[in-house]
């Protein structure tokens, strides 16, 4: 929402939490990635097939590994082009550290990305042996209810 609907101009702080399956897609799909964190198990494949408008069953584009779906894959993850310098937006991660669903590497490679275009306001916490789930656990709850009433202003 940042990079791909301009909205660092309204927002003040963001909360990622536990990752996501839409940091690039293009690698979770396509395998492209050397060191395969990125890649895709079969459930995540049929998410982002239902999330282009196919069935759940394999027979998708990311259930296929289709390579002539690399641009609208690589267009959809929210690594790809795009204005990853947010100079006024507080970005806080919170990630688990025993999260298993392979959503964590995601959110690192968003978060190298705002790293690597010089994004000032950017932390990140990876809380040990806490699941995808982090909410529901009493560390995660507690650390994301800590950021908002610590950080969360109006400008």
Same mark, same amino acid.
């Given at each position: 929402m940042l990079t791909h609907y301009g909205l660092k101009k309204v927002l003040s702080l963001v909360v990622p939490i536990a990752g996501f399956w839409m940091g690039r897609v293009d690698a979770g799909?396509?395998?492209?990635?050397?060191l395969e964190s990125l890649r895709y198990n079969d459930p995540a494949r049929a998410w982002i097939d239902r999330s282009f408008g196919f069935p759940v069953d394999?027979?998708?584009?990311?259930?296929?590994?289709? @390579?002539?779906?690399? @641009?609208?894959?690589?267009?959809?993850? %929210? %690594?790809? @082009?795009?204005?990853?310098?947010?100079p006024n937006t507080l970005v806080w991660f919170v990630l688990g550290g025993g999260d298993t669903t392979g959503a964590a590497p995601h959110g690192l490679a968003y978060y190298s990305r705002l790293i690597r275009e010089r994004s000032p306001l950017v932390h990140i916490d990876l809380l040990p042996n806490v699941p995808h789930a982090i909410a529901t656990t009493p560390a995660g709850a507690g650390l994301i209810r800590d950021v908002l009433v610590r950080e969360c202003r109006p400008h």
């Open positions: 799909c396509l395998g492209n990635d050397p394999g027979t998708g584009p990311c259930g296929r590994r289709d @390579e002539s779906y690399r @641009e609208a894959f690589t267009r959809s993850g %929210v %690594v790809s @082009e795009g204005d990853y310098f947010y």
